[in-house]
């Protein structure tokens, strides 16, 4: 089975427009397929370092001389970095979400395609898991995550279901919830919801959505002056974020001016959204949803 088919290699490493001598983060190592590119461009004095924090990809790790492991969450950016006498970098590159080896791994519990234990973890060590969430989340929390997260137009009574399903018996597999929202949804939109709800669980799980803006705060505070940061993304809230973030520096995008009238932010947005072509999605259908974002340091 292949770990993971990575999205917009080349687009991605072109766009750091690496550096011989540079130091570069891929704070997403997954495949390594990212990071194996940075390497083939970097010279013998360059440095790659590569976070992931879950266990499977540690396999994945380059063995090169110039490439060091973190393992370990991105939000903890500027923490591993020192502890790596690491100050300032030439660039980082994030490839967020869920790796093809997650989705297609069954016993992970990501995908509504097999039958398994409700788990979702990035980081297998961590206590919370998918079924603490479906089981001891009030009704108002499940409502809050299927709505915010996973943008579900079935949240309420889904959110209901469950509440009465898990007075009788813990739900405890990702069949168990399958079932749950197949007993509410029309056949036509199952497919969908499903998608939907499995998303919202997910990113309540790993916390994504508040990793991703910790680590945006941080980005600015450790590149050098135009080093670029590059971030691929694959559901609309996640690359909202990254817009806003890019264009004000904020997540509000509220934006702030100088007195010449000049937009305050520590990172400019460079050029357009990114898009896989038709070929790499026919190719690797999971591409489709990917926008990529360029942001460099003032």
Do not use: W
Not at 67 to 73: A, K, R
Not at 136 to 164: C, H, N, Q, T
Not at 204 to 219: A, I
Request: proline content about 4%; some cysteine.
């Amino acid at each position: 089975m292949t770990y993971h088919t990575t999205v917009l290699l080349h687009e991605g490493v072109d766009a750091l427009e690496v550096k011989p001598a540079g130091i570069y983060v891929d704070v997403t190592l997954g495949a390594g397929g990212h990071s194996n590119e940075i390497l083939k461009r970097l010279g013998s004095d360059g440095r790659l370092l590569g976070f992931d924090q879950d266990a499977d990809a540690v396999s994945n790790a380059p063995a090169d001389d110039r490439f060091e492991l973190c393992f370990g969450n991105f939000r903890f950016l500027k923490q591993f970095l020192l502890a790596k006498g690491v100050f300032k970098v030439d660039g980082i590159i994030a490839d967020l979400g869920v790796s093809g080896h997650h989705f297609d791994d069954a016993e992970r519990g990501f995908s509504f395609r097999f039958d398994a234990p409700l788990d979702m973890r990035m980081n297998t060590s961590q206590e919370k898991n998918a079924m603490h969430v479906v089981n001891d989340y009030e009704v108002s929390e499940l409502i809050r995550i299927f709505k915010r997260y996973g943008e579900s137009a079935f949240a309420k009574p889904i959110a209901r279901m469950i509440d009465r399903q898990r007075i009788e018996k813990p739900i405890a597999t990702t069949g168990d919830l399958v079932a749950i929202v197949e007993s509410i949804v029309p056949e036509r939109k199952v497919k969908g919801e499903l998608a939907q709800i499995f998303q919202a669980i997910r990113i309540e799980v790993n916390e994504e959505m508040l990793v991703l803006q910790e680590f945006l705060t941080q980005v600015p505070e450790v590149l050098n002056q135009g080093g670029k940061l590059v971030v691929l993304s694959y559901h609309s809230l996640e690359d909202r974020m990254v817009k806003h973030f890019l264009r004000s520096g904020n997540f509000d995008d509220t934006l702030e001016k100088d007195v010449f009238g000049n937009i305050i932010r520590p990172l400019d947005p460079q050029g357009k959204v990114v898009v896989p072509s038709e070929v790499e999605v026919e190719v690797n259908p999971r591409a489709r949803s990917a926008k990529m974002r360029i942001g460099v340091k003032r």
